[in-house]
């Protein structure tokens, strides 16, 4: 039986700078990884450019995670989000901030931010053996026993970072719940998050490419039943709001916003059909824009539509026309008070009732996992399992889109690292 003081499951970014940290520490680290190279889901973050933290400091971080936030304190501690950037400049890889706050290598490629990171393992002398998942993990006399394909393990401590089930196709099939249920664990019910969310209407499929940068996007409580009409569901109670760039696709909604907003579309039973409520204009005010139209309107013979196109592309417009249920070739000039309201509603308060989202297998995070209360957030270790930790993204923690993610599973596996 081979022994180690310490095994790492897992090589994603969080198991990469855990077994990094331990070995650094004179532990006898093995890494394990079930690929036949660590570090997938870091090659993929970013759009394969890997936005790897925010530029925040440690509570800017806290904050953008809500609640759960609180969980991070000594994680970010440990390493916050200027002291990642040093570890990852510190390996000749320079970074740069975009215009909101994501940061990225300057190469704009993520295989230079794992590439760092690897250097950092190999010099820390951790032994990475990649092409062996684990099989079993149990407790033993002397710490834990772990079986893989090729061979039964002994370790005194055990860090698990196997990740979540998003992008399954890097590995992440949730083996990790698994065993962190045989040991004792509770898991909150993982679900996909900072995924694309789907809808039935015919009418968002017809506006598919369509983007808007600036979309305040509020998500109302599970209502159940067919799709309404119109742009009101007042029986729905708001949920949470966004703001950001929204993307209408064949299937539904994309982009920054709607990826953030996901989680909550997600946690509904299945048959339950959260509402979106999207204002598209979130920089004008319901009167200013009425007040707009108006003016408007007076001095204008031409079409409803054409008064939008001064905020909203045109394809868009005419949508919105038909949602406040006015006839397309309608003159601005003809509107009703009331009609022109029907208008302003339908820009401010455009609703779409969704069917779910893509799933896992577009899911760029896992909400869920197991439960905070069972991990010491002071050093990652289980409450519940003595020399078991548990870090990254198959801790229930998910944040926003932006690179929190990345830095909560450097941060958290960083802890772990310096707690075996």
């Excluded at 951790?126 to 061979?151: I, K, M, N, W």
């Excluded at 899911?363 to 870090?391: H, Y």
Aim: aromatic residues 4%; proline residues 5%; hydrophobic residues 40%.
């Amino acid at each position: 039986m081979d022994e180690w003081e310490v095994v790492v499951v897992g090589g994603g970014p969080a198991g990469l700078l855990a077994a990094h940290r331990a070995a650094a520490r004179n532990r006898a680290t093995l890494l394990l990884e079930k690929n036949h190279r660590p570090g997938s889901k870091i090659l993929i973050s970013g759009g394969g450019h890997c936005n790897l933290t925010h530029a925040t400091d440690a509570r800017g971080i806290v904050d953008a995670f809500g609640p759960q936030g609180r969980f991070l304190h000594s994680a970010l501690a440990a390493l916050g989000p200027q002291q990642l950037v040093d570890l990852i400049e510190a390996e000749g890889v320079a970074t740069q901030v975009e215009p909101d706050g994501k940061v990225f290598p300057a190469s704009g490629k993520a295989g230079h931010v794992l590439a760092a990171v690897i250097r950092r393992l190999k010099r820390s002398g951790a032994t990475l053996a990649v092409e062996e998942p684990l099989v079993d993990l149990r407790p033993h006399a002397s710490g834990f026993r772990l079986v893989t394909a090729q061979r039964t393990i002994s370790a005194k401590k055990v860090v698990l970072t196997t990740g979540g089930c998003s992008y399954p196709g890097c590995g992440t099939t949730g083996d990790g719940y698994r065993w962190a249920a045989a040991l004792g664990h509770t898991i909150v019910a993982p679900r996909p998050a900072l995924v694309p969310i789907v809808t039935d209407a015919a009418w968002v499929a017809d506006l598919q490419g369509i983007a808007v940068p600036d979309v305040l996007l509020r998500v109302a409580g599970a209502a159940s039943g067919p799709s309404p009409g119109g742009t009101g569901a007042k029986r729905d109670k708001l949920q949470g709001q966004w703001r950001g760039a929204l993307l209408f696709t064949h299937f539904g909604l994309s982009g920054p916003v709607v990826l953030n907003a996901s989680r909550l579309v997600s946690a509904c039973p299945r048959g339950r059909r959260p509402l979106l409520q999207c204002d598209l204009v979130p920089g004008v005010k319901e009167e200013q824009l009425d007040e707009m139209l108006t003016a408007a309107s007076t001095r204008s013979g031409r079409r409803v539509a054409a008064l939008l196109e001064r905020w909203l592309p045109r394809r868009l417009a005419d949508v919105l026309v038909a949602q406040a249920q006015l006839a397309s070739d309608r003159r601005a000039a003809e509107l009703s008070r009331q009609e022109r309201l029907r208008l302003v509603q339908a820009v401010k308060r455009l609703s779409i009732r969704t069917t779910g989202t893509l799933g896992f297998e577009k899911a760029e995070v896992t909400a869920g996992g197991v439960s905070l209360g069972e991990i010491d957030s002071r050093t990652m270790q289980s409450k519940r399992v003595p020399g078991l930790f548990v870090a990254g993204e198959l801790l229930d923690l998910d944040g926003p889109i932006g690179g929190y993610n990345l830095q909560a599973a450097f941060s958290t596996g960083y802890l772990a690292g310096e707690s075996v």
